[in-house]
């Protein structure tokens, strides 16, 4: 009985192999983020790179894509010129969402579940995301 005590009580971690392999490949896409966050800061002015979705709370699986919310100032009004500034460099799997800071606010106001994401379980990678007023 004292023995499993000890066990029960001593400061052990036991992780699972399931769930230190999905750690291990959500750690890598991160890192992927990263990397690409760093590339685009040098062609645009970045405020913040935020990895939202299934990488960011921590579910990911193989089929996920590495959602990532993009705030910066300067990109381009329309939307297929914004995905393409954002694709260059972009590696497979990897969707960006771009919005400036101000598209951020209003849609942190209608509760756009991306600005949610972002806010709730976001991992930035890149800048600082815009505190909620």
């Known amino acids: 009985m004292e023995l499993a005590w000890r066990a029960l009580t001593e400061d052990v971690q036991v992780t699972h192999p399931v769930i230190a392999r999905r750690q291990a490949e959500r750690d890598a896409r991160l890192d992927v983020a990263r990397r690409w966050a760093a590339g685009l800061a040098l062609r645009i002015d970045v405020l ?4 939202v979705g299934s990488v960011a709370r ?4 193989k089929w996920s894509d590495l959602d990532v919310l993009v705030v910066a ?22 969707q960006p969402v771009g919005w400036a800071g101000a598209e951020l606010r209003s849609r942190r106001a209608c509760r756009d579940p991306i600005a949610l994401d972002a806010d709730q379980v976001g991992v930035v990678v890149c800048g600082a995301l815009p505190v909620v007023a």
């Open 73 to 94: 100032d300067g990109l381009p009004a329309d939307g297929r010129h914004r995905l393409d500034l954002l694709g260059i460099g972009a590696p497979p799997g990897l």
């Open 58 to 61: 921590g579910d990911v699986n």
């Open 48 to 51: 913040a790179v935020v990895v």
